[in-house]
Protein backbone atom coordinates (compact mmCIF):
# COMPACT_ATOMS: atom_id res chain seq x y z
CA UNK A 1 0.00 0.00 0.00
CA UNK A 2 1.23 3.59 -0.89
CA UNK A 3 -0.28 6.21 0.86
CA UNK A 4 0.07 9.92 -0.68
CA UNK A 5 -0.42 12.97 1.00
CA UNK A 6 -2.19 15.81 -0.74
CA UNK A 7 -2.51 19.02 0.58
CA UNK A 8 -5.26 21.31 -0.07
CA UNK A 9 -5.15 24.94 -0.14
CA UNK A 10 -7.16 27.14 2.58
CA UNK A 11 -7.77 30.24 2.43
CA UNK A 12 -8.50 32.61 5.61
CA UNK A 13 -11.22 35.02 5.90
CA UNK A 14 -10.59 37.95 8.11
CA UNK A 15 -13.31 39.09 10.30
CA UNK A 16 -13.58 42.87 10.32
CA UNK A 17 -16.07 44.44 12.86
CA UNK A 18 -18.19 47.78 11.82
CA UNK A 19 -19.49 50.02 13.45
CA UNK A 20 -23.71 50.98 13.36
CA UNK A 21 -23.10 52.79 10.19
CA UNK A 22 -21.31 49.56 8.76
CA UNK A 23 -17.96 50.87 8.26
CA UNK A 24 -15.60 48.53 9.59
CA UNK A 25 -14.29 49.55 12.70
CA UNK A 26 -10.62 50.05 11.64
CA UNK A 27 -11.73 52.50 8.79
CA UNK A 28 -12.80 55.02 12.01
CA UNK A 29 -10.17 57.75 12.79
CA UNK A 30 -8.73 56.90 16.21
CA UNK A 31 -7.32 59.45 19.37
CA UNK A 32 -4.34 58.96 21.26
CA UNK A 33 -6.78 57.12 23.94
CA UNK A 34 -7.54 54.42 21.03
CA UNK A 35 -11.16 55.44 21.19
CA UNK A 36 -12.73 56.83 17.69
CA UNK A 37 -12.50 60.58 17.45
CA UNK A 38 -15.99 61.06 16.70
CA UNK A 39 -17.73 60.61 20.12
CA UNK A 40 -20.55 60.09 18.42
CA UNK A 41 -19.66 56.81 17.37
CA UNK A 42 -18.29 54.97 20.78
CA UNK A 43 -19.64 51.85 21.95
CA UNK A 44 -20.75 51.17 25.14
CA UNK A 45 -17.18 49.79 25.63
CA UNK A 46 -15.30 52.73 24.24
CA UNK A 47 -17.82 54.66 26.75
CA UNK A 48 -16.79 52.45 29.41
CA UNK A 49 -13.29 52.20 28.38
CA UNK A 50 -12.67 56.17 28.38
CA UNK A 51 -13.95 56.92 31.98
CA UNK A 52 -11.69 54.12 33.32
CA UNK A 53 -8.95 56.30 32.82
CA UNK A 54 -10.65 58.89 35.23
CA UNK A 55 -10.38 57.74 38.78
CA UNK A 56 -13.04 60.26 39.84
CA UNK A 57 -15.74 57.99 37.95
CA UNK A 58 -14.82 54.74 38.77
CA UNK A 59 -18.11 54.78 40.66
CA UNK A 60 -20.31 55.04 38.26
CA UNK A 61 -18.55 52.83 35.53
CA UNK A 62 -21.18 49.85 35.82
CA UNK A 63 -24.01 52.22 36.25
CA UNK A 64 -22.76 53.75 32.70
CA UNK A 65 -22.66 50.05 31.10
CA UNK A 66 -25.89 49.00 32.45
CA UNK A 67 -27.83 51.62 31.09
CA UNK A 68 -26.15 51.26 27.91
CA UNK A 69 -25.14 54.43 27.63
CA UNK A 70 -22.87 54.93 24.46
CA UNK A 71 -21.64 57.85 22.82
CA UNK A 72 -24.08 59.20 21.46
CA UNK A 73 -26.25 58.67 24.41
CA UNK A 74 -23.15 60.65 26.36
CA UNK A 75 -23.40 63.29 24.28
CA UNK A 76 -27.44 63.99 25.46
CA UNK A 77 -26.55 63.11 29.08
CA UNK A 78 -27.25 65.99 31.20
CA UNK A 79 -26.61 66.54 34.41
CA UNK A 80 -30.28 66.60 35.69
CA UNK A 81 -30.83 63.26 33.95
CA UNK A 82 -27.73 61.55 35.99
CA UNK A 83 -29.07 63.31 38.91
CA UNK A 84 -33.06 62.47 39.11
CA UNK A 85 -33.07 59.42 36.22
CA UNK A 86 -29.78 57.17 36.95
CA UNK A 87 -29.55 58.46 40.79
CA UNK A 88 -25.88 59.34 40.84
CA UNK A 89 -25.22 61.16 43.76
CA UNK A 90 -24.21 65.36 42.51
CA UNK A 91 -20.71 65.33 42.96
CA UNK A 92 -20.18 62.69 40.81
CA UNK A 93 -22.32 63.59 37.84
CA UNK A 94 -20.55 66.89 37.97
CA UNK A 95 -17.32 65.40 37.45
CA UNK A 96 -18.48 63.53 34.71
CA UNK A 97 -20.11 65.97 33.10
CA UNK A 98 -16.94 68.29 33.26
CA UNK A 99 -15.64 65.02 31.62
CA UNK A 100 -18.26 65.41 28.81
CA UNK A 101 -17.81 68.85 28.47
CA UNK A 102 -14.39 68.34 27.47
CA UNK A 103 -15.09 65.88 25.01
CA UNK A 104 -17.62 68.23 23.05
CA UNK A 105 -15.03 70.57 22.61
CA UNK A 106 -12.49 68.43 21.61
CA UNK A 107 -14.74 67.50 19.15
CA UNK A 108 -15.80 70.78 18.04
CA UNK A 109 -11.82 71.08 17.04
CA UNK A 110 -11.89 67.83 15.04
CA UNK A 111 -14.93 68.99 12.82
Known amino acids: L ?3 TKTIPTTSVAKTTSNKSGAPASNRRR ?8 VSKWSI ?7 ESKPDCQPVLSLLED ?5 QALLLLS ?4 VKCLNIKLGPALKIMAHVDQL ?3 QATHT
Open 104 to 106: KQQ
Open 79 to 82: QDTM
Open 31 to 38: GPNDLPVD
Open 45 to 51: GDVKKFF
Open 67 to 71: QEIDG
Open 2 to 4: TSS
